[in-house]
């Protein structure tokens, strides 16, 4: 049996008043049909997520599809509901900042941000090579981040590399790493130590498996760096046990899932908690103007490609490894609708939810 | 007898060397003093040595016409006055000021040294060596801790915080200059508040590699308890802190939670009145004290009483100028004198040179926090610090 359709219909509920439901159906070839009603504004992330996960699939194998939706679930953030918040608070504050005529770090009452910078390596998008070139480049970071992987004398000749690419800019470089939530506590323990007596490790991210901050903790208590988290949880209070129980020691904001009210709020959080807080990399770099008014700002990662590389231009730059905001009023990011490269702007027609 | 009025002088003075920790590398050459006494009906005064603050003039009624013997229960009417604001900010440093006035003159009233007055056994404290001395070369560095080493003192407190290969030769440095005191000198260090809890564990466990620390101190917040903790639980030296909070009730959370191996104490904790209560409360929870650096070493008097002190830091700038004191240094000890009181008087016509031609010279106490601290290191610039670096 295969799922062949799906569709989403917003319906009026004349006995229930006025407001509107969503009817989701999931027809499959042996004609049958399923149904469930969902908020209608879910809609949108219902057909996507059916698409993306049910179409063509057995529909018995319910317990694949809970698994794979929550997977994506974790690397995607709470939900679209949440990332569309984050979203639509940046471009209010962008708006809000440019009707006072005043950059964004000015518009939040800070002075011009001047941000310790870092750059990243995620296994999948940049080949190595090229990221060492970056970091050796004219950013001029003191910082880098590596994705690690399963083999552990990989993972300490990259670092190795990493280390020398930043020696023209810092001879005490900070070192980071990225363990993508793979380890149990005690492989995490095992192979940061093994790397801790060879590397001064500046913090390490993904530790535990999302949302295990007990196993966290664990970690932190046994190994010299930093534990860094908080990068994939999308609200303030899903940081409480991580607060409470001592599992981060640098907390990761994303602004993909705070926008800029959210991430204030959170790094004040975090400073109360004398936590340090790191950026993670949005579109443009405009997290560098966060950087300008939060008290325990420690580091923002850099996003590649820099700036005119893509169709999303900004004013932010760097120099000596820090990151500067410019003068223009909002976040400084503009967006080239004739951009020459691949880019091309698929019209969609407006949805309005009510 | 009873308390009829005070005199309150302020001046500035110019050190013999600059001092500085990581805070502010190039270091200060000024510091204010203050000289609070009050006064009885009998032409007897009692004595107090500071930094600044002021307020004396808001808090003197309070104590107006009392009988100074009575000193613990002043403490505790100034305190209740205080209340709201608590044992807070420039109303804290009066009542501290006004504390050890009131105890120089009690012991001055029975005759008595205040280290007799107080119980102590001897006149004598164990000193530590602290040089203050970011701002120092790595020679003068050597001859600051040699000089102490020849006074028989075997231990020091080198500051460090921004360069760790350069601090580990620097450790090296301390640690010869005090060898010809002992085979094996005690070693600690001092970051001030510059790191992060997990800055510390990274900094503290290297260096650990190549020398045995005594004790780090400060290496968080003075007030982040579980910061604090978690660096003593991950590494070998002991955590030493509080120099800097106000009172007992500062150290609450800190000795409750584990979170301190070592309280520094001094004055500013509230007077000699507070800082014995800091340290009776550690002695319950089975904890060391240690005495914090003063004008003329005078709260070694406290120290010399005090049940679990290991070890009084002596810095000696130059800070007594416009002062005369019965105490020196010897085999490793403070060797406090018979003169009662805390064994100190006032050079009035130094006083009044100082005051009428006050010293000119680089910076001001205090130090202000360095950019990056509990963060990110920012590196040392060229010409910061006298001596070499890694970044040159």
Redesign the interface.
Do not use: E, H
């Given at each position: 049996m295969k799922i062949t359709g799906i569709t989403a219909t917003l319906f009026r509920d004349s006995l229930l008043g006025p407001a509107r439901g969503c009817l989701v159906e999931l027809t499959a070839d042996a004609g049958l049909c399923g149904i469930a009603i969902a908020s209608p504004w879910a809609r949108p992330a219902i057909l996507a997520l059916g698409k993306d996960l049910l179409l063509g699939e057995d529909p018995r194998s319910i317990a694949g599809f809970w698994q794979r939706a929550g997977q994506l679930m974790t690397s995607h953030g709470d939900a679209a509901l949440g990332h569309a918040r984050a979203v639509l608070d940046v471009a209010a504050w962008d708006l809000k900042a440019k009707a006072q005529s005043e950059p964004l770090w000015k518009a939040l009452g800070g002075g011009r941000p001047r941000a310790n910078a870092y750059l990243s390596w995620l296994d999948a998008d940049e080949d190595f090579a090229s990221f060492l070139a970056r970091v050796s480049g004219s950013y001029g970071t003191r910082g880098g981040k590596l994705s690690i992987g399963s083999d552990p004398e990989l993972n300490r000749q990259r670092l190795d590399f990493l280390r020398r690419a930043l020696e023209p800019h810092t001879h005490e470089p900070q070192l980071m790493i990225d363990a993508g939530g793979r380890w149990r506590p005690k492989d995490a323990i095992r192979q940061i130590r093994a790397l801790e007596s060879e590397f001064d490790l500046t913090w390490v991210q993904g530790v535990s498996e999302c949302g295990d901050f007990l196993g966290s903790r664990r970690v932190s208590d046994s190994i010299r760096a930093a534990v860094c988290a908080g990068g994939d949880l999308s609200s303030l209070n899903a940081f409480l046990p991580w607060f409470h129980h001592q599992a981060a020691n640098v907390i990761e904001i994303d602004m993909h899932h705070f926008g800029v009210t959210g991430a204030l709020q959170l790094a004040d959080a975090a400073f109360g908690y004398e936590l340090p807080v790191t950026l993670t990399a949005a579109p443009g770099n405009i997290h560098v103007h966060l950087a300008a008014v939060m008290p325990s700002f420690m580091s923002m990662e850099v996003t590649p490609p820099e700036s005119g590389d893509g169709p999303v231009n900004s004013e932010v730059r760097f120099e000596s490894g820090w990151g500067i905001a410019g003068d223009a009023p909002g976040t400084g990011m503009t967006f080239n609708r004739k951009f020459p490269g691949n880019v091309t702007l698929e019209p969609v027609k407006d949805m309005k939810m009510t | 007898m009873k308390i009829t009025g005070y005199r309150y002088e302020t001046y500035m003075m110019k050190l013999d060397r600059p001092i500085a920790d990581c805070n502010l590398p190039e270091g200060v050459e000024l510091l204010p003093g203050s000289i609070l006494t009050i006064e009885t009906d009998e032409n007897i005064t009692g004595l107090s040595l500071g930094f600044g603050g002021g307020g004396i003039e808001s808090l003197f009624p309070l104590i107006e016409g009392e009988d100074p013997r009575e000193v613990t229960r002043l403490w505790m009417k100034i305190v209740d006055h205080i209340h709201k604001g608590g044992n807070e900010g420039a109303a804290n440093y009066t009542l501290g000021a006004i504390d050890i006035a009131l105890w120089d003159l009690k012991a001055k009233i029975a005759g008595q040294p205040l280290w007799r007055l107080l119980g102590a056994a001897h006149g004598r404290v164990k000193a530590y060596a602290s040089g203050l001395d970011y701002c120092l070369s790595d020679e003068d560095l050597f001859t600051f801790y040699r000089r102490m080493a020849d006074v028989g003192i075997d231990a020091g407190k080198l500051k460090v915080g921004l360069?760790?290969?350069a601090d580990m030769r620097r450790i090296g440095i301390m640690q010869d200059a005090l060898s010809t005191a002992s085979k094996k000198p005690v070693l600690t260090i001092d970051a001030n508040e510059y790191w992060?809890?997990?800055?510390a564990?990274?900094y503290v466990?290297?260096m650990e590699e190549k020398f045995d620390l005594a004790w780090v101190e400060e290496p968080?917040?003075r007030w982040?308890y579980?910061?604090l903790r978690?660096v003593s639980?991950?590494v070998s030296a002991a955590v030493a802190t509080g120099e800097n909070v106000n009172s007992v009730a500062d150290f609450y959370a800190l000795v409750a939670n584990q979170a301190v191996d070592v309280l520094n104490v001094a004055a500013g904790h509230s007077g000699v009145t507070g800082c014995r209560q800091v340290a009776n409360l550690a002695q319950a929870y089975s904890l060391p004290v240690s005495m914090m650096n003063c004008q003329a070493n005078f709260m070694a008097h406290v120290a010399a009483a005090l049940p679990n002190h290991i070890g009084m830091e002596v810095v000696d700038p130059g800070r007594e100028q416009c002062l005369k004191f019965d105490n020196h240094i010897e085999d490793g000890y403070i060797v406090l004198g018979n003169e009662p009181g805390f064994g100190i008087s006032v050079d009035e016509v130094a006083l009044a040179e100082l005051q009428a031609n006050p010293p000119k010279g680089r910076g001001t106490f205090p130090l202000s926090r360095r950019a990056?601290a509990?963060?990110?290191?920012v590196?040392l610039r060229p010409g910061e610090v006298p001596w070499r670096h890694?970044?040159e």
């Open positions: - | 360069d760790l290969k992060s809890p997990k800055q564990v990274r466990r290297q968080a917040r982040d579980r910061g978690l639980q991950q990056g509990g963060r990110y290191i590196p890694s970044s």
